[in-house]
């Protein structure tokens, strides 16, 4: 009796065990490929972006963005491109990027500068398709005038639908 008793304790303890495991989570692959947003970022540019990425594991993907804004501060037109590394899965992803700003429309003073940004920040994307990013931007002073201490670091966000 309590050889059974022992056996029928051992049995409910596996069979339950096996189903204590987590559900098995969406990685890469499984998540929405497109993203199409409004981000400030690039210095007071407001943008409105198109978003693609590519998985190439389970928790890796790279991507590729383009978009145009306006750079409020000096009122001209620009086009902005961007390549992505995309680390996570489920709705939690860590993003690490180079970008480009090409203003191509002048308002005020005359053209500025292209720009190159460094950016590695927080992506969130909700089962429903919501998208907000967070991430710390650095732009490096490619084009120094006399007296300038450079571009310091900032911070940019941007939100969005995901499909």
Known sequence: MKSLQMLVIASLLIYSSAYAQDPEKPTMADKRPNAI???????????????RIFPLSEKIGLGLRGGFGNDMGNKSLA??????????????????????????????????????????GYRYESD???????????????????G????????GFAMGYVF
Not at 37 to 51: G, K
Not at 95 to 120: R, S
Not at 128 to 146: N, Q, R, S
Request: aromatic share 24%; glycine share 8%.
């Open 128 to 146: 429903k398709g919501f998208l907000f990013k967070v991430y710390a931007e650095f732009i490096p002073d490619l084009f120094p005038e006399e």
């Open 148 to 155: 300038s201490w450079g571009h310091l670091p900032f911070i």
């Open 79 to 120: 086009a902005i491109g961007e390549a992505l590394f995309v680390y996570g899965r489920n709705k939690y992803f860590f993003e690490a990027g180079i970008g480009y700003h090409q203003p191509f429309t002048y308002f005020d003073e005359g053209p500025d500068p292209p720009m190159v940004a460094l950016m590695a």
């Open 37 to 51: 947003y409004v981000a400030q970022d690039f210095f007071l540019t407001l943008s409105i972006n198109y978003e």
